[in-house]
């Protein structure tokens, strides 16, 4: 008997799938269209993980499932290939990030095909190719000339670890999300994009996705929208404002002081003389911590200074001192509050500490609590709140703005967490902007240039001369990276393009667009001396749209051609990680409406569905990591297993939205299966058909009705776990029957039954499903067949097993409708060609019936 070895068959189909290009997708191809994308590596030093291995190969057994099935899918991989850490490794060996991108390209691909993931490698992207870049560089362009790219001198993160700008997403717990690094918040001079300015539609339109829950949760909590007002105070004595933002304008007359942030511009102007120094001890302590550590603390015991100075309460008149406190955050609101001890925790919890005023102007409607009548946070009616006694806290709120407005003191205002992107990095590894600095009082630009111009103009100073930025059109682009010796950021708002001298320093052609280097002189009347910008996009860029240049990735002259967006947009399942919910899939939905209102795309989303997979634990129980030496390498069980089990034991090991701990017994049992299922055909195909097939291959047709029913429902449910479990359970049955209806017996129905068997498990495991398939005399590739189609009668629970017996031995086994009559089963029991050698010439004395179950003949 021929044994199972994938280590032959395995690599043997990879090549003809490859020589065959059975996983070209063909946009014309029959079918309704589907387009299944899981989100794409990074090309990593290390090699695929098993954390690329589960969604991966998931989605790859869903999409094989849908073509089957007769969908024409699309299912595409890429690299995000620009980032940090090649540039890092650029910095230690002196190899160029280009070079350590490529051999890991290589090296990726190589390990996904061995894995036989059916990507349609012909679509292949890379963001840090120039003719990928080139259209993401398109997008900016447009972006500037849209007026939503622009500079801005803001509150940013500094990492001095990493040397670079991060925007608020990668930081997390005041570290920086890569490398751990800690970061602090600096004033910079940045690019960036008014994310904020589609708020509004990113919070809304998620009413019209299917996302699961929790990135629709997070999401809107990112975005952070709150409807409320601002309202002004003036300062005691000055001609000084506090703005502040609140979402409680009801609670105005409880307002018994305020509080800035200590980083608040107006402190140092307000701040009197007598309390300066505790002051500026104050905010010298806070400006290490993180917003999140400052809203964790939030819970914690409350620490403030007063700053000397007194405001009146508009609503009453009433003097209220000004405090700071770390709990109100600059970069949320106007970075100032009135504070509202009676009804505000965080208020209430400062009032006590500080031993501050606090007056109740809601009475709860219900009950009192009397634990603690000073807080009530909720709704009621008003109390200590002159003409608005009475009235209905919600109902007051618009009221009171309504008539501070007339005064000029307050406006509604809708509030948001969200803010714009920083979108500029120190960095060498990143695609550079289609940018020119050049003097303003030189930039008068016209024809092509022209075009591109935003309708303000972004200007930066240095040393007193102010210089706009110019774009460099979407004929002269790419705008190549070019090659330096150094990788090495140069600190503070310098990248190491700065010390790209000729790159640099350029002639810039004010009707054109064109660059030449300025080393080459002036080349005529229209031409500038001009600075390329020297600041490089996030990584974060090349993915907002890759998932658009899979459909169309040679086109040179378009970022994709609409008949390809018209054919496949939206991407209909989007699977990837749930870190990426505030970062990638927030930026790329923001590019992605963009690209919709300048008529790039015709959809207002990209993902019509979003899901996310558990995380793959070690075996024991942590995160698998280098240090405690637990990673499991899927190459190494491919070697050892082969494709096909790490295939089948991904599905199976666990709920795909559960984290899961890996197993090596896991493993080794799916191997199991497979070597039993791959022992079945063969027993099979070393039996001879026999000269009458009389067996009832009933059974042998609802085991595989049952099993194709299940995998049916489950996969396009992310049950592969439950859909592995009905294929073993069917192989299984299958043992069990081929003693009942031995091969000989039901040669055809065997047949039918183990060939529809091998496309059930196809999805799973191609490649033994290819190998079984052609053994049992099929010619075309068992990727290609037809998706089994059972008969919902062989299912149906009208049947009963009737097992028959002479004096007790087991004879023969039968299926029957349960209709039947008790003198029809013993007709059928009797005449069943199996038991007839046993009663042929023998005197039957008694036939025992056990209804729906057993006919005993004694003889
Ligand atoms: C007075 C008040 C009374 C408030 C009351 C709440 C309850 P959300 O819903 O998250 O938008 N706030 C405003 N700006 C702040 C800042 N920069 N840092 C910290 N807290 C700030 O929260 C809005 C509420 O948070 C605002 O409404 C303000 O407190 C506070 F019974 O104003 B409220």
Redo the contacts with the bound molecule.
Sequence with gaps: MQRYNPRDIEPKWQKVWQDTEVYKVHDNAQGQKFYHLVEFPYPSGAGLHVGHCRPYITFDVMSRWRRMNGENVLYPIGWDAFGLPAEQYAIKTGVHPAITTKTNIDNFRKQAQSLGLSFDWSREVSTADPKYYKWTQWIFLQLFKHGLAYQAESQIWWCEGLKSVLADEEVIDGRSERGDFPCERRSLRQWMLAITKYADRLYDDLDNVDYIEPVKIQQRNWI?R?K?AEVDFAVNGTDKIIR????????MY??TFM?L?PEHPLVKEITTPEQRQAVAAYVKQTARKSDLER?EN?NKEKTGAFIGVMAVNPATGALIPVWIAD??????????????P???E??NDFAMKFNLPMITV?EPTETKNTDNFALH?GEGVMINSGPYNGMRSSDVREKLVADLSAKGVAIEHT?Y?LRDWVFSRQRYWGEPFPIVWVRQDAAKATHKVAEWLPQTPVTKQIDGVTYQALPIPASFLPVELPDVQDFQPKGLGQGPLAEAGDWVHVWYDLTTGATKPFTDGKPGDTWVEGNRETDTMPNWAGSSWYFLRYLDPKNDHALVDSDAVNKWMPVDWYNGGMEHTTLHLLYSRFWHKFLFDIGVVNTAEPYQKRTSHGLVLAEDGRKMSKSWGNVVDPLEVVDSYGADTLRLYICFMGPFDQTVAWSVQGVAGCRRFIDRLWVLVQEFLAAQQGSEETADARLLRQVLAAANKRITFDVPRLGFNTAVAALMEAVNELYRLKREIPFSMAYTAWQAGLLDLTKLLTPFAPHVSEELWRQLGQTGSVLEAAWPVYDEADLASDTMTIVVQVNGKLRAQFAVSRSVTEAEVRELAQTNERVRPYLEGRDIKKAIYVPGRLVNFVV
């Design positions: 952070g709150s409320g502040i933002f609140t979402t409680r304008p009801d609670t409880g307002a509080v942030a809203q939030a709990y109100v955050l600059m970069g949320y609101g106007t970075g100032a509050i009135m504070a509202v009676a009804h505000d965080r208020d809601v946070v509030n967490r």
